[in-house]
């Protein structure tokens, strides 16, 4: 079975930017897995960030951006903030209805 | 505004059968644009995609879970629900409703989720 890989955490000081990214366990990633990515905050349901490998969804702001790098699909965050302190999961679309989840990665804001 | 609410029992015995039910509000679940999803979130773990349905009867599994999922809906009641047979402790989480977007495929709402725990 595929597994999507992220890094299990990564810190990142205030104002700085940090890049995660989502890889897949055999073969690369590309805009045909529609990756979009989804921060959550304990006892919280997961929020959207960026569909489609590079759209921000409704209300994101631009601080936070999508792409392809090499063979992932990647988060990056500008500017970081005190409240981006969360935990960070991408999804990619498998084809026949199938989606997977990356195992997330937990951001630490210090 | 559309929203997603999962109801159902919060504690099933092992070997038994997880039901609930995501009810859909504000809007219609029968969508051509949408699929509906069941996701999973064991405590302090990852998220996990169960399986989706369309609001025909599509449907679409997490091939590690297929033997012992069903996801059905109710146009009528403007809902969907999931069963999951054959508990083990290890299927104790949150489980959460999302609407998936048609051809782009991402989750565009989420419920607020609901702890299931399997325990005798």
Sequence with gaps: QTVVTQEPSFSVSPGGTVTLTCGLSSGSVSTAYYPSWYR?????????????????????PDRFSGSILGNTAALTITGAQADDDSDYYCVLYMGSGISVFGAGTKLTVL | QLQLQES??????????????????????????????????????????IGTIFYRGNTYYNPSL???????VD???????????SVT??????????????????????????????SS
């Design chain 1, 40 to 60: 959550q905050t304990p006892g919280q349901a997961p929020r959207t960030l960026i569909y489609r490998t590079d759209t921000r969804s409704s209300g994101v």
């Design chain 2, 8 to 49: 159902g029992p919060g504690l099933v015995k092992p070997s038994e059968t997880l039901s609930l039910t995501c009810s859909v509000s504000g809007g219609s679940i029968s969508s051509s644009g949408h699929y509906w999803d069941w996701i999973r979130q064991p405590p302090g773990k990852g998220l996990e995609w």
């Design chain 2, 66 to 72: 297929n033997s012992r999922v069903t996801i059905s």
């Design chain 2, 75 to 85: 146009t009528s009641k403007n809902h969907f629900s999931l069963k999951l047979s």
């Design chain 2, 89 to 118: 402790a290890a299927d104790t989480a949150v489980y959460y409703c999302a609407r998936r977007v048609s051809l782009t495929w991402y989750y565009d709402l989420w419920g607020r989720g609901t702890l299931v725990t399997v």
